[in-house]
């Protein structure tokens, strides 16, 4: 048997074959295939197979890209971000490292001084006035004195501290979503009573939702609360949006065993402020149903998770929502809703 | 025009789709892709092509952590949306693609990490040896796990598009 004869008897494995199809092989290792290839009706059937997958998988990765076009900003701009971007030595790593460790150590060791001096009776309490003082202000704002906007200009302690977006923006100018405006606290209240009904609803107070049953007088009144307060009060059931400062929080308490009514105002970029709004989805769909503004939209409604166990140890049927309101395109206000986790 | 450059202008496209197939957030793709370049700038490294890649992978990774541990506390189910406003004249278009990304999102999914891995570093543009010096695979290893991947990615697609078909009619 001639060397031309083997060479032509051999198929082609497939340890060369796809490498062959995806051009990752010499010159002379290609023209041996394809000498072969030119013979072997199997082996030229098998690469057009192969061919057609690889074509077929390229066909549907194109469907996963961001966008049609992407465009790279100037070279000359990574450049500049480049130059800006701090540097540190390997001495100042170690050093900053040890400094968070050591802000960590005295962070913990404050909370626990704290804490002793809190929970110890023996700790001599300050005055009354000195706590009236320094204790959060948590008002109860009933729905119908929140109507008028005008009227009610929060006091700078009931809104909610944002959390500081702590990545360095200055690094990354190339996302405009990621630049925190600066935060306003005047327009908080009136954006959100925008959403909020605008008189007091007998049928919400009359006919409670099932199971929503509520024994305290206050269950319906909605209250701008701190951002610290409400996690306390809602445990983990605050809407949140990540990379938006927070500028205020409503809350409505539910019934017995069950998380309240939330609203989280938080602030884009362009200073529009942004509602997301979760609770009973009977609760939910009649304070959206009963907003007035013809240019506030809602998201669409996503289902929330079981959020309780009820006496039994059993968990309660989902029966919560989550809507983001405000005055986007409702594309926008989905595109939110799909960043929005529970806090 | 210096290699980097060069390389930025013909393969940043491919990184930021490679971080987006990974992260599926299309300004973060961005934002990190950058930060690869950037970083590329600092260490000029001898193999830029690969580099970047691997440099994209971790970024990719520790985005991926810093996500699960935002979303750990609760996710919401969005398995019963509840249609509030008309829909928009456009909306059949964007279903289907939004349909046809869902299942090719979906198809992807099913591929072991290793696989997804091995092609998406194949789509952005890597060579067999890049790819095995990045993923710890064998050179001639690359082409058969790259040809498994493949066939997996298609059946999982469709199947995926059968049980749609079945679903709408």
Same mark, same amino acid.
């Given at each position: 048997?001639?060397?031309?004869?083997?060479?032509?008897?051999?198929?082609?494995?497939?340890?060369?074959?796809?490498?062959?199809?995806?051009?990752?092989?010499?010159?002379?290792?290609?023209?041996?295939?394809?000498?072969?290839?030119?013979?072997?009706?199997?082996?030229?059937?098998?690469?057009?197979?192969?061919?057609?997958?690889?074509?077929?998988?390229?066909?549907?990765?194109?469907?996963?890209?961001?966008?049609?076009?992407?465009?790279?900003?100037?070279?000359?701009?990574?450049?500049?971000?480049?130059?800006?971007?701090?540097?540190?030595?390997?001495?100042?790593?170690?050093?900053?490292?040890?400094?968070?460790?050591?802000?960590?150590?005295?962070?913990?060791?404050?909370?626990?001084?704290?804490?002793?001096?809190?929970?110890?009776?023996?700790?001599?309490?300050?005055?009354?006035?000195?706590?009236?003082?320094?204790?959060?202000?948590?008002?109860?704002?009933?729905?119908?004195?929140?109507?008028?906007?005008?009227?009610?200009?929060?006091?700078?302690?009931?809104?909610?501290?944002?959390?500081?977006?702590?990545?360095?923006?200055?690094?990354?100018?190339?996302?405009?979503?990621?630049?925190?405006?600066?935060?306003?606290?005047?327009?908080?209240?009136?954006?959100?009573?925008?959403?909020?009904?605008?008189?007091?609803?007998?049928?919400?107070?009359?006919?409670?939702?099932?199971?929503?049953?509520?024994?305290?007088?206050?269950?319906?009144?909605?209250?701008?609360?701190?951002?610290?307060?409400?996690?306390?009060?809602?445990?983990?059931?605050?809407?949140?949006?990540?990379?938006?400062?927070?500028?205020?929080?409503?809350?409505?308490?539910?019934?017995?065993?069950?998380?309240?009514?939330?609203?989280?105002?938080?602030?884009?970029?362009?200073?529009?402020?942004?509602?997301?709004?979760?609770?009973?989805?009977?609760?939910?769909?009649?304070?959206?149903?009963?907003?007035?503004?013809?240019?506030?939209?809602?998201?669409?409604?996503?289902?929330?998770?079981?959020?309780?166990?009820?006496?039994?140890?059993?968990?309660?049927?989902?029966?919560?929502?989550?809507?983001?309101?405000?005055?986007?395109?409702?594309?926008?206000?989905?595109?939110?809703?799909?960043?929005?986790?529970?806090? | 025009?210096?290699?980097?450059?060069?390389?930025?202008?013909?393969?940043?496209?491919?990184?930021?789709?490679?971080?987006?197939?990974?992260?599926?957030?299309?300004?973060?793709?961005?934002?990190?892709?950058?930060?690869?370049?950037?970083?590329?700038?600092?260490? +000029?490294? %001898?193999?830029?092509?690969?580099?970047?890649? $691997?440099? !994209? =992978?971790?970024?990719? @990774? #520790?985005?991926?952590?810093?996500?699960?541990?935002?979303?750990?506390?609760?996710?919401?189910?969005?398995?019963?949306?509840?249609?509030?406003?008309?829909?928009?004249?456009?909306?059949?278009?964007?279903?289907? +693609?939004? %349909?046809?990304?869902?299942?090719?999102?979906? $198809?992807? !999914? =099913?591929?072991?990490? @290793? #696989?997804?891995?091995?092609?998406?570093?194949?789509?952005?543009?890597?060579?067999?040896?890049?790819?095995?010096?990045?993923?710890?695979?064998?050179?001639?290893?690359?082409?058969?796990?790259?040809?498994?991947? +493949?066939?997996?990615?298609?059946?999982?697609?469709?199947?995926?598009?059968?049980?749609?078909?079945?679903?709408?009619?």
């Amino acid at each position: 048997m001639t060397e031309r004869n083997t060479r032509l008897m051999r198929h082609v494995p497939d340890e060369e074959l796809h490498p062959y199809l995806d051009q990752a092989l010499s010159r002379s290792q290609c023209v041996e295939i394809e000498t072969h290839m030119a013979e072997c009706a199997r082996c030229s059937d098998r690469r057009d197979a192969n061919a057609a997958l690889r074509d077929r998988t390229t066909a549907l990765l194109a469907h996963l890209t961001p966008r049609s076009l992407i465009i790279p900003p100037p070279y000359a701009s990574l450049e500049a971000r480049r130059i800006g971007m701090p540097s540190f030595s390997r001495w100042q790593r170690s050093a900053r490292r040890a400094a968070i460790w050591a802000a960590g150590v005295a962070a913990a060791i404050g909370t626990g001084w704290t804490g002793r001096s809190i929970l110890d009776p023996r700790v001599a309490q300050p005055p009354a006035e000195t706590l009236a003082a320094t204790a959060p202000i948590v008002t109860a704002i009933p729905l119908a004195t929140m109507a008028p906007a005008a009227e009610f200009t929060p006091a700078p302690e009931e809104i909610a501290v944002p959390r500081p977006n702590t990545r360095d923006v200055g690094l990354r100018p190339a996302s405009t979503r990621r630049v925190q405006a600066e935060i306003m606290p005047a327009p908080v209240v009136r954006f959100i009573s925008s959403v909020l009904p605008t008189r007091v609803d007998r049928n919400l107070d009359e006919t409670p939702v099932a199971g929503t049953v509520s024994r305290s007088p206050y269950a319906h009144i909605w209250r701008s609360v701190q951002w610290e307060e409400a996690l306390q009060i809602a445990g983990s059931g605050l809407p949140f949006i990540e990379g938006m400062p927070v500028v205020g929080v409503l809350l409505q308490p539910g019934g017995p065993g069950e998380r309240p009514m939330v609203i989280v105002a938080q602030q884009d970029a362009s200073g529009e402020v942004i509602q997301s709004i979760e609770g009973p989805v009977a609760k939910v769909t009649d304070l959206l149903q009963r907003q007035s503004m013809p240019d506030v939209r809602s998201s669409t409604l996503s289902r929330t998770p079981p959020d309780y166990i009820d006496d039994r140890g059993t968990v309660r049927r989902n029966n919560r929502m989550m809507a983001v309101t405000g005055r986007l395109t409702t594309d926008s206000l989905n595109a939110l809703a799909k960043l929005a986790t529970i806090r | 025009m210096d290699d980097l450059e060069r390389l930025y202008t013909t393969h940043y496209a491919a990184v930021v789709r490679f971080l987006y197939r990974k992260i599926w957030d299309a300004d973060r793709a961005e934002d990190l892709a950058q930060e690869v370049f950037i970083r590329a700038m600092a260490h +000029r490294p %001898e193999k830029p092509r690969a580099w970047i890649f $691997a440099v !994209a =992978a971790n970024l990719a @990774r #520790d985005e991926a952590r810093a996500a699960i541990r935002r979303k750990k506390h609760l996710t919401l189910l969005k398995d019963d949306p509840v249609p509030l406003s008309t829909p928009d004249p456009s909306a059949d278009e964007t279903v289907e +693609r939004d %349909e046809r990304w869902a299942q090719v999102n979906g $198809a992807l !999914a =099913a591929l072991t990490e @290793r #696989d997804r891995d091995v092609l998406l570093l194949w789509d952005g543009g890597l060579s067999y040896p890049e790819i095995a010096a990045q993923t710890g695979l064998a050179v001639g290893a690359v082409g058969t796990t790259l040809a498994r991947a +493949r066939k997996r990615l298609i059946e999982a697609y469709d199947r995926t598009e059968y049980t749609a078909d079945a679903a709408r009619s």
